[in-house]
């Protein structure tokens, strides 16, 4: 069974650096595509970050590039993501998502592509 759990959300000041951690079980993260989504209410779910599980080739949208990194672990299972210089508007609910790897990715995959998700970490930025 597959299963996606986020950790490291918080309450920050405008300016601050959290780093979010997706630990996986039931994958092979050399398989599987790990990506990053947000959620603030009333928003549609956007889709941040993520990385290849057959190159580790990174991709991020353009509204937080820069401010964003993700990473894997691939002995620990996990899948971070360092955010800096936080900004109010950055609050939402964080979630890890995941697919299996069926072809290269130029880009990150929409929502409805993954198959797996967790069950969020709440990150508040507070001006």
């Known amino acids: 069974e597959v299963q996606l759990v986020e950790s490291g959300g918080g309450l920050v000041q405008a300016g601050g650096s959290l780093q979010l951690s997706c630990l996986t079980s039931?994958?092979?993260?050399?398989?599987?595509?790990i990506a990053w989504f947000r959620q603030a209410p009333g928003q549609e779910r956007e889709g941040l970050a993520c990385?290849?599980?057959?190159?580790?080739?990174?991709y991020y949208a353009d509204s937080v590039k820069g401010r964003l990194i993700i990473t894997r672990d691939t002995p620990k299972n996990t899948v971070t993501l360092q955010l800096d210089n936080l900004k109010p508007e950055d609050s939402a609910v964080y979630y890890c998502?995941?697919?299996?790897?069926?072809?290269?990715?130029?880009?990150?995959?929409?929502?409805?592509?993954?198959?797996?998700w967790g069950q969020g970490t709440q990150v508040t930025v507070s001006s």
């Open positions: 998502a995941a697919v299996r790897e069926r072809h290269p990715i130029r880009t990150i995959p929409r929502s409805h592509a993954y198959d797996y």
């Open positions: 990385i290849a599980g057959s190159d580790g080739g990174t």
């Open positions: 039931g994958l092979i993260l050399d398989e599987y595509v």
